[in-house]
């Protein structure tokens, strides 16, 4: 049995439990409440329904019916999808512009497309390392992408390094950013000395690529990059915004291009 069945079972234990003292509450109203005339005997609570009586009942009806609670869980389930699916299509509403048009975002495939992916990603994220072959194949395959790469260090002082690098980077050479990101994601474990090194082969002079590194900027934009984690519930990586949907997890190219293709059809 599933955590989530179990904590379903315990509320609906709960559930009736509060149900069935009510009924015998209810009774005990409508027996105290209830005209009797002259000489009549009022019946007593004992001959009501008591709380134990109710609780036998629904006992027994559950021990005979056990699916009720697999389809009452299935059903909180469903709620709450769908609860979180609005309460993330308001937070993409109110926060477009920080999410697919932040100016400090690197971007790949076409600057210009009509139709934008964005990857929240750590350098140190193996299931990002995984999931670079999916954006590479969708941005050579369709010319109208445009993918935005969203620094998000979450795994260790090494990521946050490395990411304030790439951040400099980007500053310095952004015609070069998609050779950047590809040799560090794809190296080996990213730290400052790699990142900075990586920077190096591509062109970029230390000392210019070292002043720029203290930008305070760099700091306001990953804290500007948590928040916006934090509304769209993002707490792992890669996690991506397409569209009016937030997609968590490298679930493959597939997976992406459906919901392009999805987005593209919302617009």
Not at 42 to 52: E, F, G, I, K, N
Not at 57 to 77: F, G, K, S
Not at 170 to 186: N, S, V
Not at 221 to 233: K, P, S
């Amino acid at each position: 049995m599933s955590k989530a069945i179990a904590l379903g079972i315990t509320g609906v234990a709960v559930s009736f439990a509060m149900l069935a003292a009510g009924f015998v509450a209810g009774n005990r109203s409508d027996l105290n409440a209830a005209p009797y005339g002259a000489g009549e005997a009022q019946p007593s609570l004992a001959s009501a329904v008591s709380r134990s009586d109710v609780e036998a009942i629904v006992r027994d009806y559950l021990l005979q019916n056990p699916e009720i609670l697999t389809d009452m869980q299935a059903e909180l389930e469903d709620r709450q999808r769908e609860e979180q699916r609005l309460a993330l299509l308001d937070a993409i509403g109110n926060s477009s512009d920080a999410i697919f048009n932040a100016a400090y975002d690197g971007v790949v495939g076409n600057p210009q497309g009509s139709t934008t992916v964005v990857e929240f990603f750590d350098y140190n994220c193996g299931f990002c390392k995984r999931a670079y072959d999916d954006m590479a194949a969708l941005v050579a395959d369709d010319s109208d992408l445009r993918f935005v790469l969203k620094e998000f260090p979450i795994l260790g002082p090494d990521s946050q390094k490395a990411h304030i690098v790439s951040m400099a980077f980007r500053t310095l050479a952004p015609e070069k950013y998609g050779d950047f990101h590809r040799t560090l994601l794809m190296g080996g474990r990213a730290t400052e000395a790699t990142a900075i090194a990586a920077a190096l082969a591509l062109g970029v002079d230390e000392a210019a690529l070292r002043e720029e590194m203290k930008n305070p900027a760099i700091a306001d934009a990953f804290n500007e990059t948590y928040e916006l984690a934090q509304q769209l519930a993002i707490t792992g990586t890669p996690s991506y915004v397409v569209g009016q949907e937030v997609v968590f997890g490298a679930l493959g190219k597939a997976v992406l291009k459906e919901k392009v293709e999805l987005a593209r059809a919302q617009n």
